[in-house]
């Protein structure tokens, strides 16, 4: 069983940056992409980002792109989020999630996901 359990959230300055981690186990990482979610209280789930297999195309939500940055390492089972600049707005719980294709398609959905990160911002 696909397992992923996030780390790095925390208490940060708004126009200061963190990293988040996500470290998956129990399936072949490698062979699926992954995504990062959040979920503001009282909204809905969000996307933030997601990433190929190989790492080499990556995708970001309108609100995010050109200030985070998601990144791979499948020798270390590990998915990363790095966010700078951010604003009070990107105050959320993280998810991390795995894709159950090997690809992305309109048939494919996110499969498992972690238990969360809370990434909270002060002015």
């Known amino acids: 069983q696909v397992q992923l359990v996030e780390s790095g959230g925390g208490l940060v300055q708004a126009g200061g940056s963190l990293s988040l981690r996500c470290a998956a186990s129990?399936?072949?990482?490698?062979?699926?992409?992954m995504g990062w979610f959040r979920r503001a209280p009282g909204k809905e789930r969000d996307f933030v980002a997601c990433?190929?297999?190989?790492?080499?195309?990556?995708n970001y939500a309108a609100t995010v792109k050109g200030r985070f940055t998601i990144s791979r390492d499948n020798s270390k089972n590990t998915v990363s989020l790095q966010m700078n600049n951010l604003k009070l707005e990107d105050a959320a719980v993280y998810y991390c999630a795995q894709y159950d294709k090997p690809w992305f398609t309109p048939g494919g959905d996110y499969k498992y996901w972690g238990p969360g990160s809370q990434v909270t911002v002060s002015s």
């Open positions: 129990g399936g072949t990482f490698s062979n699926y992409p």
């Open positions: 990433i190929s297999c190989s790492g080499d195309y990556q």
